[in-house]
């Protein structure tokens, strides 16, 4: 993007080279370090772009290979100011413009961050304002590899690190470090007792005495696994340990859910009307020229922000705002019995979601409806098997 600039303020021809000895032609300006680009066939010649420099400079390769060399099209600055150099006013601008364009691409107008899912974006962006990396800072005052090495320094969380700045845009791309595994060990005394009824259909003991087995029904507060152990057992008596009970324990369990769905409902409808407020952000700065009158009683608000670039890399510090605002009104609709049907089977799946941890299987699902004047009410019994284990303290 930055070279197609520069040959554009320096100024350049699209010429046609004819004869049986192009090829010859190419090969020696290339020799001669000539730089020629976007070469192509054109009808029954080639077809090149060169700078003003090298079109004076490709005279004697044309001379040497009995080449023909023509000037299709002439583009750029100095053919440009020389059309117009009769208005002096709107060149000057012009060259105002470029000068200031250029001048911008000097500093950086945007910052971004990959990586980070630990680290608060916040909390980066504020570390490299103090260190002069922000938007609006000169490229030449920012020192990319010192730079990384005080983020290595300050984060600990930080494995690796790269700092690099594309026109005018700063990329700031991270690795972050494992998070530790703490493993904390309970030496409190305590059994396993049953969080609900329930029939047990896995046990897997650590520490503790079992005291239920597969198939058996267990109802809420049994005790599943004792942290009493009894380590010996004889005419003189019995000795006894107490220990941090620990089990993995599933169980087959019955959840009710109900949710009750209104037939009558009201819907949220746009309608034609619409308005739009555009204005210019400029370093954060913002300039609103008209904004308009919003008498809509109900309306939703939509914003749009766009950053101006001269390329991918060319960010500039104008940000173009668009905040739409479309009015609606609410229209009163009633639901048909299958359609409270399928309203009512979305809002159980969504308890089921809300009320199971991920580890929990959902093994069988019926829902009951039940019809009224206003509204239709489903009651599902949710089968399922999850673990059932819940710590209480030994007295």
Not at 23 to 32: C, D, I
Not at 104 to 126: A, C, P, Q, V, Y
């Amino acid at each position: 993007m930055f070279l197609t600039l520069w040959n554009f303020i320096r100024g350049y021809v699209i010429i046609d080279i004819k004869g049986f000895s192009s090829a010859r032609f190419l090969n020696l300006a290339v020799h001669k370090n000539i730089y020629i680009w976007n070469i192509h066939p054109s009808k029954n010649a080639i077809r090149a772009n060169v700078s003003l420099k090298a079109f004076r400079m490709l005279k004697p390769c044309a001379k040497k290979t009995n080449c023909r060399i023509k000037i299709v099209e002439k583009r750029g600055v100095p053919f440009w100011l020389f059309k117009h150099k009769k208005r002096k006013a709107f060149v000057l601008g012009i060259l105002i413009f470029i000068f200031a364009i250029y001048t911008m691409s000097s500093f950086i107008w945007l910052i971004e961050i990959e990586g980070n899912n630990r680290i608060d974006t916040e909390k980066i962006m504020k570390f490299c304002e103090e260190r002069n990396l922000k938007i609006g800072s000169s490229k030449l005052s920012i020192d990319t590899k010192a730079l990384e090495k005080e983020f290595k320094n300050s984060f600990t969380d930080i494995s690796w690190i790269s700092i690099n700045i594309k026109g005018t845009k700063a990329v700031i791309r991270l690795t972050e470090t494992l998070p530790p595994i703490t493993v904390s060990e309970d030496k409190t005394p305590c059994n396993i007792v049953a969080s609900a009824d329930g029939i047990i259909t896995e046990i897997s003991t650590k520490k503790g005495t079992p005291l239920v087995k597969a198939k058996d029904v267990v109802s809420k507060g049994d005790v599943l696994v004792s942290g009493e152990l009894t380590i010996k057992e004889d005419e003189t008596g019995v000795i006894k340990e107490y220990t941090h009970a620990q089990a993995d324990i599933k169980a087959k369990l019955w959840h009710k859910l109900e949710v009750s769905v209104p037939l009558m409902y009201t819907e949220k409808k746009y309608t034609d009307n619409i308005k739009k407020d555009y204005s210019f952000i400029v370093s954060g700065k913002n300039i609103n020229i008209i904004k308009p009158k919003i008498k809509f009683k109900n309306f939703d608000k939509f914003v749009s922000r766009k950053q101006l670039s001269a390329g991918e890399n060319y960010a500039l510090p104008i940000i173009i705002a668009t905040d739409i605002y479309k009015e609606y009104e609410y229209v009163e609709k009633k639901r048909t019995i299958e359609e409270a049907k399928k309203e009512a089977e979305k809002l159980i799946n969504d308890k089921i979601l809300e009320t199971f941890s991920i580890d929990t299987d959902i093994i069988d699902k019926t829902i009951e409806f039940k019809e009224d004047k206003k509204s239709l009410k489903a009651t599902a019994i949710i089968t399922v098997v999850q673990n059932i284990g819940l710590y209480e303290p030994l007295n």
